[in-house]
């Protein structure tokens, strides 16, 4: 409390003497926070965009939406919700039934980032 007071006002460039720092998507909480994260709001039926920010001072915005694109990118489902089941379950798929290569498991792309400034970049 001595060193930044209650409120941690210091300038946003001060990283040293501030209380805490914006980071990028995968610079304060491990990967299995973020596999979490993205997880729970399917469990209520959210299964839609999720937005990214940059304010980490010690990225540009360019990196820092790029190394966040690419970590949320890995833990993301790629494709829609389903139930495991029979075909009578909604949405459900008799796992013995499909044909899968590899490319049916392959991700789709990132949207490539252009200009970072107050742009909202989202992954789907």
Sequence with gaps: ?????????????DEPRRAW?????????SLEFWKALVSEPRLVGYDDV???EHED??????????K????????MPAQPRG????????????LDALDLGEEALDQPEV??????????????
């Design 1 to 13: 409390m001595d060193r930044v007071g209650v409120l941690g006002t210091k300038p946003y460039a």
């Design 21 to 29: 720092i914006f980071r990028t998507v995968g610079y304060g909480h």
């Design 50 to 52: 999720l937005s990214i």
């Design 57 to 66: 001072s010690l990225f540009s915005p360019a990196e820092s939406m790029a």
């Design 68 to 75: 966040a694109a690419a970590l949320l990118k890995e833990v």
């Design 83 to 94: 139930a495991i089941g029979g075909t009578d379950t909604p949405g459900g798929v008799r």
């Design 111 to 124: 949207p490539a980032l252009g200009s970072c400034d107050e742009t909202d970049y989202s992954v789907r």
